[in-house]
Each structure stands twice: as structure tokens, then as C-alpha cells.
Nanobody, 118 residues
Framework: VQLVESGGGLAQAGGSLRLSCVGSGLSIGGHVMSWYRQAPGKERDWVASIAVIGGGTNYADPVKGRFIISRDNTKNTVYLQMNSLNPEDTAVYFC????????????WGQGTQVTVSS
């Protein structure tokens, strides 16, 4: 059972990146899927989540209106579209699956680095 993130890299301020998180051994569609991030020397912070049923989304205030979380259950993948990036978005981004009545796993991905230059 694992989650594998990709899509990180270097972006300029004002630019965009799209992160992907592919699940294996678990159904993305049966779990609440979330993105977190951890900047150097700081704690890991919650960024966004998407619900199992209905696809409702929630965002942390610093990314609201700029980031979009989505899922494609046919590809067993969750995405984080990041727009209007700024240097404060620089961090390692982690994907997380939370258990529900439809899915039993509590799993973290290994993270992908996002660096935004000014």
C-alpha cells in the first residue's frame, strides 16, 4: 500500500504547478484525500482535502482561491493544481489518505519538493 507523489519542481512566482498522487494497493475513491506541506524548519501543515462522497473540498486559508484539489478515481489519482505561486509556497508536499467506512488505510506519500523563486 503506497502513495507516490510527482509533479514538483521549480517554478517562478506567479507560475503554476500540478502535483499528482497515485495510489497503489488502496482505492483513492474510498479515502478522504489530503495534501499537506512542510517548509524547512517548520511543522507539516494541512493544505487541502477532498471528500469521498460528493467530492466536497476544503482549503487552508493561505492557498484558498489559488489551489485546487481534485481526484480521478478511474486513475486512482488525486491532484493539486497550484496557481499564482509565491515563495511562501516553497515546501515538500505530501499526499495523505485517511480512512473512512469505505477505506481502511492511513497512508502518507514520500513527498515531492516544490520550490518557488521570486
Amino acid at each position: 500500500v503506497q502513495l507516490v507523489e510527482s509533479g514538483g519542481g521549480l517554478a517562478q512566482a506567479g507560475g503554476s504547478l500540478r502535483l499528482s498522487c497515485v495510489g497503489s494497493g488502496l482505492s483513492i475513491g474510498g479515502h478522504v484525500m489530503s495534501w499537506y506541506r512542510q517548509a524547512p524548519g517548520k511543522e507539516r501543515d494541512w493544505v487541502a482535502s477532498i471528500a469521498v462522497i460528493g467530492g466536497g473540498t476544503n482549503y487552508a486559508d493561505p492557498v484558498k482561491g489559488r489551489f485546487i484539489i481534485s481526484r480521478d478515481n478511474t486513475k486512482n489519482t488525486v491532484y493539486l493544481q497550484m496557481n499564482s505561486l509565491n515563495p511562501e509556497d516553497t515546501a515538500v508536499y505530501f499526499c495523505h489518505a485517511s480512512p473512512t467506512i469505505l477505506g481502511i488505510f492511513d497512508v502518507w506519500g514520500q513527498g515531492t519538493q516544490v520550490t518557488v523563486s521570486s
